[in-house]
Structure formats: C-alpha cells, structure tokens
C-alpha cells in the first residue's frame, strides 16, 4: 500500500494536517487498513524533504498545515495514470504458512486449511453483510467504500477457492502415494474436480 501516494492524492484536494490526512483515508477505506499517526507524519516529512509537499506552518492551533507542491501533483497524476505492478507481490501469510506446513514434519496442513476456510467464510458473510447494508443507503459518499468492499469480497472469494484447491492437492498427492482412499475434500471437492483447476495452475 502506497501510503506516500495516498497522502498525496488527499493533499490534492486541500491543505491539511497530519491528524486530518489520517481520518480522511481511514474514512474512504472504511478503515479497512489502519494509518499509525506516527507513519502519517514520518511520510509528510520524507515527501517534504523530497519537494512533493510544503510546510505551510501552524494553523493557529498547533498543527502544521501541509499542501501538496506541482511536483506533489505530478507524483501523483502519474501514480493514478500507472498500473500498480505485480513484480514484487505483498507477502501473503497465509500462502508462506501453508508452503511451510507442507514442507514441515508433523504439521496437520488439513487442520489449517480447514481453520482458514471457516475464518474466510466468515469474513466473507461479514464484508457481504457491510456491502448489503452500504448500497441501501445509496449516498454517493459510500462510493469508495464499495469499491473497497468488492475488492475485499472478489479477494475473500478468490481465497476460498484457493484453499478448495490446496485441499484437492493434498488429497491427490496423498492418493498417488498410496497413503489415502477417500476421493472428496472435506468440502466437497473431488479430486477429479479439483483437477483441471490444478491443471491451469501449473500453466
């Protein structure tokens, strides 16, 4: 998450403070991703000392008033003008535990797969439940927060079926070497099934 760039592109707007760049992002994401005030204002330095923001001084209150500077605006024109690149992927927690769990003796990779699925689904229910409820109110200033809340379900989606797939693998890994007979995951998935879908992931 680029936090430079986000601070930016609020500053865009208006003049603020650091306090206030905090709640305005957390307000546009649904405070799905947290801002630490301390990172807030370590950011609002680097950009200062990089020409991107000024510091316009107190506001007669005790808080320094930044504004973003032409090569603020420029920085950020060509963030939202570039696609956000792929080469270096965020770690994902979950991925890194279950390729160590596979790798590890005496880890129970089901135990966690199932675990996982159940949280999953559960948030699932939960940020469905927060879309529902959002779009009722059809009030334009909402229109951030669904598109953080589809991007949210689409992932969570995307991570159930994720782990319907490792759950196959490991049956089907588990079959070839002769140590398991059942043919459907505890989801529901046969192995036949699941094939294809680890098929295409090899590709």
């Keep these: 998450m680029s936090i430079r760039h986000s601070l930016l592109a609020l500053l865009q ?21 947290p801002l630490n005030i301390g990172q807030v204002y370590t ?24 504004s973003i500077t032409n090569a603020g605006k420029a920085d950020v024109r060509n963030w939202f003008a570039a696609p956000v690149e792929r ?31 159940v949280a999953s689904i559960r948030a699932l229910q939960d940020y469905t439940k927060a879309r529902r409820d959002t779009a009722a109110n059809q009030r334009a200033a909402d229109t951030a927060w ?3 809340l589809d991007s949210l379900i689409f992932q969570t989606e995307a991570e159930v079926r994720w782990l319907d797939l490792c759950e196959a693998r490991m049956l089907q890994q588990a079959q070839t070497a002769g140590k398991a007979t059942p043919r459907k ?14 098929a295409d992931s090899r590709r």
């Design 87 to 117: 080469n270096n992927p965020p770690r994902n927690e979950l991925a890194i535990k279950l390729a160590l769990a596979v790798t590890l003796p005496g880890v129970d990779v089901e135990a966690i797969i199932q675990a996982q699925r």
């Design 146 to 148: 669904l598109l953080v």
């Design 43 to 66: 950011t609002l330095d680097r950009l200062e000392r990089d020409g991107l923001v000024s510091n316009d001084g107190s506001d007669g209150e005790g808080h320094v008033v930044y």
């Design 185 to 198: 995951s505890s989801n529901g998935v046969t192995v036949e099934e699941a094939s294809p879908l680890i």
């Design 13 to 33: 707007d208006q003049p603020r403070y650091g306090y206030q760049l905090r709640v305005e992002f957390e307000n546009r994401t649904g405070s799905t991703w």
